[in-house]
């Protein structure tokens, strides 16, 4: 039998469509806030159990268990090929971990209603970021192993994303070096896949003054707040649109009273970058950052949570591959850069090949609409497998 995925095929995805649909409204009844370290014990125990009824025993699992965060599984199901001992590795990403609360689900709203264009929605949290993903992906590999030839798959799923994925992130970055491609099954952009995604910063910069009252004694005081207020404004102007690079002081906080000269004052920014060679310039700048009054004393804690990810020549060739693949299913595939950050931007730092976005086709992330078009998940799921066979 000769591996053939045929545009026709994407009707043989959807004949198992109310599987599909199963498993991810199973899995979003499973609420997975990610502090709440019971429900997300509970939910990766379900996600196991999905993989387990619809991919078997799995070749190799593993556990990476965490005190402080959801603990992150690796599955692996070995390749089979024709033509060598080396099947290729691809290793697709997910989450479990959502940004709502535990109890939201409760008074959600409609999970499954048509909308005024008559199309089915389902909706829910955590369905379009990302359980939806998930399943898509588990679905891909069941399929990809019906071929005759088909890539070694290993499932690297995490509980922390939404917080950053300081427990994971070790875990993806050495998982991902050891893989031929890597897919993020984050949802998509409007259907657009997405290969380009911006490094975050996050600053905090904190001003200690000294307080005096403010009509009695105000050259005593030294102003945390005026000397932050200065630095903002240099901050600003760090900004380089046309390279990418955003600023935006999202948080300001301090004094005590209007009668007070302000003892204390905090800054918290977020800056995006698209070009890595940015954070060298901006860490240069924040550390020439001046302020009129040197009584007050700065300090400037950086967290450059996530590298950029950035659509090197490697993840080029295997965006040529899907896009090879939707051809073959009579459809284009569009591919887009954007702002927010995912796991993907730690693989792109490895120079490993990696796209994201391949997953829900949807919309509402971390918001009360969030949903997804479950007439999309034939071909989500048909495109993956066609690339991969």
Not at 17 to 25: S, T, V
Not at 320 to 333: T, Y
């Amino acid at each position: 039998m000769h591996n053939s995925f045929f545009p026709s095929s994407i009707d043989e995805v959807s004949k198992n469509i109310e599987y599909i649909l199963d498993d991810i409204l199973t899995l979003v009844d499973s609420e997975s806030y990610s502090t709440d370290l019971a429900q997300l014990d509970e939910t990766i125990e379900l996600v196991k159990t999905i993989f387990s009824q619809r991919l078997g025993k799995p070749d190799a699992l593993k556990r990476f268990k965490s005190k402080t965060h959801g603990d992150a599984m690796l599955f692996r199901y070995d390749g089979k090929s024709s033509s060598t001992e080396n099947p290729e590795v691809v290793t697709f990403i997910g989450h479990y971990d959502t940004v709502w609360p535990t109890g939201t689900i409760k008074n959600w709203g409609p999970r499954d209603f048509t909308d005024e264009a008559g199309r089915r929605v389902l909706s829910g949290p955590g369905i379009f970021d990302m359980k939806t993903g998930v399943v898509e992906s588990i679905w891909v590999a069941k399929l990809l192993r019906e071929l005759d030839d088909y890539p070694t798959i290993q499932f690297l799923i995490n509980g922390d994303e939404e917080l950053g994925s300081p427990f994971s992130r070790s875990i993806i970055e050495d998982v991902a070096s050891k893989s031929d491609s890597v897919l993020v099954f984050e949802a998509s952009e409007q259907g657009q896949i997405k290969t380009a995604r911006k490094g975050v910063g996050l600053i905090t910069i904190t001003a200690t003054g000294i307080e005096s009252h403010a009509g009695l004694d105000p050259t005593k005081g030294a102003s945390a707040i005026s000397a932050l207020l200065e630095i903002g404004l240099q901050v600003n102007r760090l900004a380089n649109l046309e390279k990418g690079t955003t600023v935006n002081i999202g948080l300001l906080s301090g004094g005590s009273g209007t009668n007070v000269v302000a003892g204390k004052a905090t800054a918290k920014i977020d800056i995006r970058i698209e070009d890595p060679a940015e954070r060298d310039r901006l860490d240069q700048a924040l550390d020439s950052i001046t302020w009129q009054d040197s009584r007050v004393k700065i300090s400037i804690d950086r967290d450059w949570n996530r590298p950029p990810m950035v659509f090197t020549p490697q993840s080029q060739q295997l965006f040529a591959r899907i896009e090879e693949a939707g051809k073959k299913l009579g459809k284009e595939v569009v591919h887009t850069a954007v702002g927010g950050a995912s796991d993907a931007n730690y693989v792109s730092a490895l120079g490993v090949p990696v796209i994201c976005g391949v997953g829900a086709f949807g919309g509402g992330a971390h918001a009360r609409h969030e949903f997804i078009y479950p007439d999309e998940l034939p071909y989500g799921i048909a495109l993956l497998v066609e690339t991969f066979k």
